[in-house]
Structures are given as C-alpha cells and as structure tokens.
C-alpha cells in the first residue's frame, strides 16, 4: 500500500527516535543497516525528511540524525505526505483521475471507506507512539532490535 520510500522513511524515523531516545545520533549507514534499507535510497529518503523540518542532520564526528524536539508528535501521515504527496490520501483504487461521489468508479465506494480508514489511522499514528511500542516490547520492526532504554 505505501510506496519502498515511505515505509523506509517511517521506518528509519522510528529508529531514529530510539536511538535519540538512547542518546545516540545514528549516521545513514548504520540506519540503513538496522531498518533493512539500501544505503543510497536511505541518503535520499533522510534528505527530504530532514527539508521537511522532521530532522535535523549534525555534521562531523558528533553528528548523525536527531530530532529538535523528540517530544513534539510527528504523525506518520506527515511522513507519508512528505514522501509520496496528498495523492496517496484522495486517489482512486482504479488512477482515475475524475472519479468522485458524482461520477464514481466501481470500487468507489468500498476504497474511499478503506482509504479514509487507514488516514485517519496514519493520522493518530506517530513516531513516538510505534517507537515506544518497541521499546515496551509490544511491537517490533524486523531489522530493528528492541533496545534497552
């Protein structure tokens, strides 16, 4: 459903949350490593979330990726939208581009209940929230390997 990008993208935030969490400004390889990304596509997608004002990136040998403010919610929609765009949230099941209420394609209906579903599901989802999943032992992403906090 989300595009390699996004689900990097989310991914490595959460990482990156968790390794902030710990103390710790992680470098793109050793996110890409934990979250099972290719290095160069890890670079791009960490590149746009931190021009989206997500991240920030410290240069040098205490540098690496962090949040500002790890304690001001980051929603995954915002992640999603900064990746792929708004067309992800309003887009037809079948690309088509006038498919609306007025002139419905036959799927309408049912994928506007599940595309509105998973909005606001991504919408009340944050960073923090799957992160501290993690930490609790709830939840797990395959690479990432619960850590100790």
């Known amino acids: 459903m989300l595009s390699k990008a996004a689900e990097y993208a989310i991914r490595s935030m959460v ?9 710790t400004r992680p470098g793109y390889h050793t996110i890409a490593m934990k979250v099972g990304s290719p290095e160069h596509f890890t670079a791009k ?8 004002n997500f991240l920030r990136a410290g240069k040098g040998r205490a540098g690496g990726f962090y ?4 304690d001001k919610e980051l929603p995954v929609m915002e992640i ?3 990746i792929d765009g708004e067309k992800f949230f309003t887009s037809c099941a079948f690309g088509f581009k006038n498919c609306n209420s007025d002139n419905p394609c036959p799927m309408h209906e049912e994928f506007k209940l599940i595309r509105d579903g998973f909005s ?19 939840a797990s992403i395959n690479q990432i390997i619960k850590v100790a906090i």
């Open 67 to 70: 949040f500002e403010d790890p």
């Open 80 to 82: 999603i939208k900064a």
């Open 45 to 52: 997608v960490l590149q746009t979330m931190t021009r989206s």
């Open 120 to 138: 606001k599901m991504v919408l009340n989802l944050t960073v923090q929230s799957m992160a501290e999943k993690i930490i609790n032992g709830t």
């Open 15 to 23: 990482y990156i949350w968790m390794m902030n969490k710990e103390g």
